[in-house]
């Protein structure tokens, strides 16, 4: 949180805090819409919801229940092609995974493990075994994630302590647009997503974390671990 001086009471806190992804406290408010405030992060290019302006937990959830995510559906399946696909072909035979964010109709690691490969779930709400953690991977997916995150240099920060040398981190979420496009962009306006990801961001990303960095289209992206 940036602070300022005031003549009468000494230090106080500004509204604006500094980005929950790079730490830099190179921030800018944006504009407020549906009772959120939204910050730009100029350094790493992050876009995200006011820290504690977020959904209760049990309001969160009760969105979640809503989605239909089944492996049987092959619009679903189709959808998570987008990672699956370019993911698969880098992969040994046989390799150990980890889905995060699997959500209440786990998909990508079925679709992973007919291919022969063994998954492990985790997910706050439907997965919350934290002793997935405990394991290293050969590759990590986060599909329709990573928007959701409060603290995305946490997450990720676990997420790559998890990860094998020569391991894949594999992220499905729209790439967010320019600042300018960005209060009407119609990704922003579900109330879940709070956190937002431009390929500035995902460059950061990579530059931070020592990766090779390759984005596939307008939603899909690999890390790579040296």
């Known amino acids: 949180m940036k602070d300022t001086f005031n003549n009468k009471s000494g230090y106080t806190q500004l509204s604006i805090p500094g980005c929950i992804l790079c730490k830099s406290e190179s921030t800018e408010s944006l504009f407020d819409a549906n009772n ?64 995060f964010g699997s959500g209440p109709g786990p998909t990508l690691s079925v679709m992973f493990e007919e291919d022969g490969h063994t998954v492990n779930l985790y997910d706050p709400f439907y997965a919350p075994d934290r002793s997935v953690f405990n394991h290293t991977y050969d590759f990590i997916t986060t599909t329709e994630t990573a928007e959701h995150l409060f603290n995305p240099r946490k997450e990720f920060d676990l997420l790559w302590s998890c990860l094998k040398s020569g391991g894949f981190l594999g992220i499905m979420t729209k790439l967010a647009p320019k600042v300018e496009q960005f209060k009407d962009w119609h990704y922003r306006k579900d109330d879940t997503h709070v956190t937002f990801y431009s390929e500035k961001t995902f460059q950061w990303m990579a530059d931070h974390y020592g990766a090779d960095l390759e984005i596939m289209g307008e939603r899909t992206v690999i890390l790579t671990k040296h």
Not at 70 to 91: G, I, T, V
């Open 36 to 99: 959120f405030s939204y910050i730009h992060c100029k350094n790493c290019d992050l876009k995200f919801v006011k820290p504690g302006q977020r959904l209760d937990p049990d309001v969160e959830k009760s969105r979640y229940d809503l989605h239909e995510n089944d492996p049987e559906d092959s619009r679903y399946r189709e959808f998570l092609n987008q990672l699956y696909s370019p993911l698969s072909d880098k992969l040994s035979p046989a390799s150990f995974g980890l889905d």
